[in-house]
């Protein structure tokens, strides 16, 4: 069984930054894909954010391109995101994924989720 254990999560002021972590039970490697989905209230659940074992590309969703930077530390068997000008938008409960198939489209593994909120 694959555990993905989020954290980082918390309250923020807009245009403020947060850095989430995400520890895997599993070499990263071993998955196609790893990435960051969100779920705000009132809303369906969206991609964020992905990297692609293969070649370690990164894919970004549009409203948080050039504010969020994704990476992962292999070693430890970690994947982050980093939040920066976070924005009320950006509220919502953070999941940690990983998949096997490539650019996080269907997830396999879920982590239980960290919540964000930017407010004043």
């Known amino acids: 069984q694959v555990q993905l254990v989020e954290s980082g999560g918390g309250l923020v002021q807009p245009g403020g930054s947060l850095r989430l972590s995400c520890q895997t039970s599993?070499?990263?490697?071993?998955?196609?894909?790893v990435g960051w989905w969100r779920e705000a209230p009132g809303k369906e659940r969206e991609g964020v954010s992905c990297?692609?074992?293969?070649?370690?590309?990164?894919y970004y969703e549009d409203s948080v391109k050039g504010r969020f930077t994704m990476s992962t530390n292999s070693a430890k068997n970690a994947i982050y995101l980093q939040m920066n000008s976070l924005k009320p938008e950006d509220t919502a409960v953070y999941f940690c994924i990983a998949a096997y198939g490539d650019d996080c489209i269907d997830p396999t593994f879920w982590g239980q989720g960290t919540q964000v909120t930017v407010s004043s």
């Open positions: 599993r070499r990263i490697s071993n998955f196609q894909s």
């Open positions: 990297i692609r074992s293969s070649d370690g590309s990164t």
